[in-house]
């Protein structure tokens, strides 16, 4: 059996991606994938047993590449500059990410899939991480409770964009968001 | 020309939603609406202009039947008996708000048609008024900024669900979510 190429799946990633983006994961068949990424179900099946793990697979391509935590000195800062270095490929990801969730909350499958190989894990992971640290050097203290609602209290408005009626979202917005909620629920007090 | 009776018109809503909650808005065709509803094109047609026009107006219909607003006296019996009375219809509807979300982030006309027609007006409004009124009897004042976000971080956990790992959703998470996010933000602090 011959395996494909880093490349040749990556393209087959993309191509996944692309249908699963426009059409949903419900109207995306191996058939159409196959066609799209110019290779045979075969080649497809050889490689990825179902449809849900070739598409989990893709998704973990989404992942920014590996970077150095910001490290300002302060919550704040390290919270605005983990916005503003990931903001533009989550914005870019939109129509993906409310595809995928669509399809989370429609396949059981890919649903637990999904929360045990990424869902929110990658964001969720980051901003631990900064709140850890905060926790660490003394800048603050928060209740137990809160820190388990910090990671959806993070990515609700880069999921629910579309129903931001107002406010087009970018960093600046963002980091307002993050000033005016997930700051003050740790103890940091809106300017 | 025949006018639809309410009873069609309510069939013709609900065989929309059921396709545009399994297959997705792009790939729900006014042919398939046709015929998983069991009408004619053209009936479709002199009724609703565009398949925006038809998916809208059955979101209307999502909508629950009017109801008073809670009124227990505290903000927190407020929103635990908002709660109460709607997350069920909430939790039902998971799939077709997921795929609206989906929708509204690929399609700017309906994306445009639900903000000013639906969207989370009907959350937005209910939690809002009963802010107004704890803000009237003098029970928080808070910062101006953070009424902008309640909305949305009032849906956040019942539109993300899928993606909450470990606690299905249900009241009593709702609520004790609420607990620690909403209310602390208008200074109504966690038990």
Request: hydrophobic share 45%; net charge negative; aromatic share 4%.
């Amino acid at each position: 059996v011959t395996r494909l190429t880093p490349e040749r799946t990556s393209e087959i990633h993309a191509a996944t991606l692309e249908l699963v983006a426009t059409r949903g994961f419900a109207s995306t068949t191996m058939d159409a994938i196959a066609e799209h990424a110019r290779c045979s179900k075969a080649t497809l099946y050889r490689q990825w047993e179902t449809k849900v793990g070739l598409v989990v697979d893709a998704m973990q391509q989404l992942k920014p590449p590996p970077a150095p935590l910001p490290d300002t000195g302060t919550l704040k800062g390290d919270l605005h500059a983990l916005v503003e270095g990931g903001i533009t490929l989550v914005l870019e990801s939109g129509v993906l990410i409310t595809a995928i969730l669509h399809a989370a909350s429609q396949d059981t499958e890919l649903r637990e899939a999904l929360q045990s190989r990424l869902a929110v894990d990658d964001e969720r992971g980051e901003v631990e991480q900064l709140v850890d640290r905060a926790i660490a050097r003394g800048e603050i203290s928060p209740d137990p409770a809160v820190l388990a609602y910090l990671p959806l209290v993070f990515i609700a408005p880069m999921v629910l964009q579309p129903l931001l009626a107002e406010h087009k979202l970018d960093a600046d917005v963002m980091n307002h968001y993050l000033d005016t909620t997930l700051l003050p629920l740790l103890g940091i007090p809106a300017a």
